[in-house]
């Protein structure tokens, strides 16, 4: 087997073991739960309600186990010099950072399956209508979560847990006021703000972009040309931060 | 044939403050290891042994010098494939079992899984982990992660094995064990390479030994040349039907005499008085029991080594009783 395979597995087992799936059910019991809730509540519109429900739930608990797993991915095994005897073995430091960014990739696509299946139980029990753009809307968080784990991992490449996960809720909550800072950037008179608001707009990744939950919750269907460009964007995103991770990683110590 | 070449190794560490001058952990080390011996590293906690051993592994890079691992430079990834490791108290992924770890570690090595069974099953035997193979690491006792940890650096059969304090948090059976099993892969022709501050563990079972401080390599070679070679070493002589308290001239050559009814015991300070001194006995009537020369022992040479590091502001160079 392709180390990156055999490390991606490992992983992938060590979440299980984890117990990381455990979640589905605090998932499950919310979704159901605020569904009920929401249909005693209101009148006219609970059906787009607990479809909002649902997709802001999909991407919480997939955002929130992307940063906190993502950060100890590398991190944990550095502190707990697992790493050592993994980096005594025949693979390079590249194949072992894409094994643990896949094997977590996994668990959120496990995971994340699991919960658009009872999403899409609840909506079925609640007879509200199901539109192909709700998976418009599911495979864009997904790509999103998978920007979150690649800058989760990144960042424990070079630092602590604890900086890792404020760096990455940071750098999640700035992706998704881009635009905003763009809107500041046109406004203002001072240059300083404007470069730097420039700045932050062209390096953070505009997470905005992968957000058509609005969209999908009035069953209005998002162009395939937009999905695909955000799409795309999102994984070049993931992408250079997973180039940043392995080249950080390959020169550190241990 | 060399296994493991070391030539001017020098690892310093940033201080983290600027204008403040970097850590130097390891200082021109230069040392070799040849096929099929057992080398044990010696040196006190802080002398740089993990530090030379994370750079033989490529945890770590070296500041300056040369590293060969079986005539490849360090960090070759394919050579990785004849080497096996055991880090100090190790820690490994403890939601596994000890079935599942190994097979882990074998895959990473490239081996199949046809291969890897019988292997993994014969190496719980060698380590005594038949019973605990289906348990998880978490609830392995320290002496039991070691083991489990000397089979993961097993699994792939390496030419070369690395283990940084592999004796440390076991019970004197465990170590026995240990020691046994680094003298059958001796057996089985393959080259050890182990780090300890403990020296029986070396005085029993290495060919030769490396005694590191301050991260200098202070004195290497065979164990029995090292402890004998430039150090003092004495000769008892037990003798009878004399009293040795009135010859002056044997007083004159001793550094100690001990006088126990007709028996005698004569301490000389080194062989070169030892013709004379047994000519003198002979002369007074003396009847020889014994002669022991009294070889210095590895204890004193380690702290001796370390007196040299600690005291002198220039350490003393690597002195080579095997001129290697």
């Known amino acids: 087997m392709w180390p990156v395979v055999v490390i991606a597995l490992n992983t992938f087992r060590e979440n299980l073991r984890d117990k990381i799936l455990y979640n589905l059910v605090f998932f499950a019991l919310l979704l159901i739960g605020a569904s009920t809730l929401l249909a005693d509540l209101t009148i006219m519109e609970h059906h787009r309600m607990i479809t909002d429900m649902g997709l802001a739930a999909i991407n919480v608990v997939g955002v929130v186990i992307a940063i906190f797993v993502g950060i100890g991915l590398v991190g944990k095994e550095i502190e707990r010099r697992t790493v050592y005897t993994i980096m005594a073995r025949p693979i390079r430091r590249t194949q072992f950072i894409l094994g643990k960014y896949l094997g977590l990739v996994m668990t959120l696509g496990v995971n994340m399956a699991v919960m658009v299946i009872v999403f899409l139980a609840t909506l079925w029990l609640y007879r509200a209508p199901v539109h192909g753009v709700l998976m418009q ?13 690649a800058m989760a991992l990144f960042f424990s490449t070079f630092t602590t847990s604890t900086l890792s996960a404020s760096f990455t809720i940071g750098m999640f909550v700035v992706g998704h006021l881009t635009m905003d800072l763009k809107g500041i950037a046109e406004k203002s008179q001072s240059e300083t703000v404007k470069a730097v608001t420039n700045s932050v707009y062209y390096i953070f990744p505009n997470l905005e972009m992968l957000n058509v939950k609005a969209q999908a919750a009035v069953g209005v269907g998002v162009p395939y040309a937009y999905q695909a460009t955000a799409s795309l964007y999102g994984l070049l995103y993931t992408a250079a931060l997973l180039v940043g991770a392995c080249i950080i990683f390959q020169r550190r110590d241990f | 044939m060399e296994t493991i070449r070391i030539e001017g190794l020098t690892k310093q560490f940033p201080s983290g403050w600027p204008g403040r001058p970097p850590a130097t952990v390891l200082d021109g080390l230069s040392l070799s290891v040849r096929q099929g011996e057992i080398y044990g ?19 770590i890079r070296a500041t300056s010098g040369s590293v060969e691992l079986l005539g490849k430079p360090v960090g070759d990834v394919p050579t990785r494939r004849r080497i096996g490791f055991l880090p100090e108290s190790p820690y490994f992924y403890d939601y596994l079992t000890a079935e599942e770890f190994l097979m882990f570690y074998g895959h990473l090595a490239g081996m199949d899984r046809a291969g890897l069974a019988g292997r993994v099953s014969r190496l719980l035997e060698v380590v005594g982990l038949v019973e605990a193979r289906t348990r998880q690491l978490r609830k392995f006792s320290k002496g039991m992660l070691q083991r489990v940890g000397l089979a993961q650096a097993l699994i792939h059969d390496p030419e070369l094995v690395i283990l940084d304090e592999p004796m440390s948090g076991l019970d004197p059976i465990g170590r026995k064990q240990v020691r046994d099993l680094i003298l059958g892969l001796r057996d089985q022709g393959k080259t050890v390479f182990f780090s300890t501050h403990i020296i029986p563990d070396v005085e029993m079972i290495c060919d030769r030994v490396g005694v590191i401080v301050k991260g200098k390599l202070l004195a290497t070679g065979r164990v029995d040349e090292l402890v004998n070679q430039g150090h003092t070493q004495s000769v008892e002589i ?13 007083q004159a050559m001793a550094s100690r005499v001990v006088q126990r009814g007709s028996q005698s015991l004569i301490v000389l300070p080194g062989p070169a008085p030892l013709e004379s001194a047994l000519a003198e006995i002979r002369k007074q009537g003396g009847t020889l029991i014994s002669v022991t020369p009294h070889k210095s022992s590895l204890e004193e040479l380690f702290f001796q080594s370390q007196g040299q590091g600690q005291g002198q502001g220039s350490l003393a160079p690597a002195r080579s009783a095997m001129g290697a």
């Open chain 1, 137 to 149: 809307a599911v495979a864009l968080i997904f790509v999103e979560v998978l920007l979150v784990t």
């Open chain 2, 41 to 59: 590293f010696l040196g006190p906690n802080g002398s740089g042994k993990t530090t030379t051993i994370k750079v033989l592994i490529g945890l």
């Open chain 2, 238 to 250: 037990a003798c009878q039907g004399i009293s040795v308290e009135r010859i002056p001239a044997i």
